[in-house]
């Protein structure tokens, strides 16, 4: 896990919004939380989290619209959905969009904590293989 790996977790569902925070604050996240897609935006802008919970029917702004716009601001956060809804069709759509996950409710922890595991491993992958090209560019100039 990255270290001090930051989790935005955003659902119009104040029980869920808790469970999901104290659950991922147990496993050593930074959690805050959001309770709208417009709340979301607003959090990712001034707190740039590694990866955002986003349920899709949420009002202001839904899910499915503030996704892009999420991956807009940084296209490296790592969107997971969330949604009651196992539809295929949504699924596609919010893949299509960018989101790495979806995942059904009720979560499965196990299976949430194994997604987000691996979405900061890709990331942290990542980061690691661009830090050693700017490191070997630098060193070639």
Known sequence: MM?????????????????????????????TTA??????????????????????????MNGLEALPRILGID????VIMLS???DYQIVKQAT????YDYLTKPINLD???????TRLAHTDLSLSGQRAEETRDGLSG
Do not use: W
Request: glycine fraction near 10%; aromatic fraction near 6%; avoid cysteine.
């Open 84 to 86: 009651a809804i196992d």
């Open 35 to 60: 309770s709208n897609g417009a709340e979301a935006l607003t959090a990712v802008e001034s707190g740039r989290p590694h990866v955002v919970l986003l349920d899709i029917l949420m009002p202001v």
């Open 111 to 117: 299976y949430l904590e194994l997604s987000i595991l």
């Open 96 to 99: 299509g969009k960018g989101a």
């Open 3 to 31: 270290e001090n790996a930051k989790i935005l977790v955003v659902d119009d569902e104040p029980g869920i919004r808790e469970y999901l925070k104290e659950f991922l604050e147990g496993k050593g996240y930074a959690v």
């Open 75 to 78: 296209p490296t956060i790592g």
